[in-house]
T-cell receptor
Framework: QKEVEQNSGPLSVPEGAIASLNCTYSDRGSQSFFWYRQYSGKSPELIMFIYSNGDKEDGRFTAQLNKASQYVSLLIRDSQPSDSATYLCAVNIGQTGANNLFFGTGTRLTVIP | GAVVSQHPSWVICKSGTSVKIECRSLDFQATTMFWYRQFPKQSLMLMATSNEGSKATYEQGVEKDKFLINHASLTLSTLTVTSAHPEDSSFYIC?????????????FGPGTRLTVL
């Protein structure tokens, strides 16, 4: 079983819609969860992190964490074509903080104008 | 967000030569940096964890004598690909952990694209 799993997609949504990206993880003791965005040919850039159960909002992005179900999701409201990228979920397995991150394989999102 | 730089951004070299890639944290000190490799259309693969002042920790399957890592200061880690071969052609990305209370976060450099002819 992989430590962090994501649907590889591609996920296509029309411009202005809500894109929902999901991620599950195997280690129930994980404490730190991160979402990165990676454009083709570029390195990942941090979108947001979440440590506590519930929702965390930052602009058009909302991260949702459910530790009991071991999943974390990212919602993108009012999706724009510029949001088209691969979204990587990262989980710190067994430790706090951002060291020892395990990355999912990423979900490729395409926002259709 | 924090800034991590890499140099060079791309390099083309002949087979058998060595290539050094630098990773710098520009506005924070990083006791831990990481080196990843990413082949086209594949996910990030952690190669090694670089610890300031001590030996790097390599992931299984990564040859430590081929990929030399030096983390001589709190803002600089280097990866040297020794005797590079075409199969080493890849996108090499470093990251650094910025510690800020309980919210320490890993930031990535822009990556170095290595092409070995």
């Amino acid at each position: 079983q992989k430590e962090v799993e994501q649907n590889s997609g591609p996920l296509s949504v029309p411009e202005g819609a809500i894109a929902s990206l999901n991620c599950t993880y195997s280690d129930r003791g994980s404490q730190s969860f991160f979402w990165y965005r990676q454009y083709s040919g570029k390195s990942p850039e941090l979108i947001m992190f979440i440590y506590s159960n519930g929702d965390k909002e930052d602009g058009r992005f909302t991260a949702q964490l459910n530790k009991a179900s071991q999943y974390v999701s990212l919602l993108i409201r009012d999706s724009q074509p510029s949001d088209s990228a691969t979204y990587l979920c990262a989980v710190n397995i067994g430790q706090t903080g951002a060291n020892n991150l395990f990355f999912g394989t990423g979900t490729r999102l395409t926002v259709i104008p | 967000g924090a800034v991590v730089s890499q140099h060079p951004s791309w390099v083309i070299c002949k087979s058998g030569t060595s290539v050094k890639i630098e990773c710098r944290s520009l506005d924070f000190q990083a006791t831990t940096m990481f080196w990843y490799r990413q082949f086209p259309k594949q996910s990030l693969m952690l190669m090694a964890t670089s610890n300031e002042g001590s030996k790097a920790t390599y992931e299984q399957g990564v040859e430590k004598d081929k990929f030399l890592i030096n983390h001589a200061s709190l803002t600089l880690s280097t990866l040297t690909v020794t005797s590079a071969h075409p199969e080493d052609s890849s996108f090499y990305i470093c990251s650094a952990t910025r510690i800020s209370g309980s919210a320490d976060t890993q930031y990535f450099g822009p990556g170095t694209r290595l092409t070995v002819l």
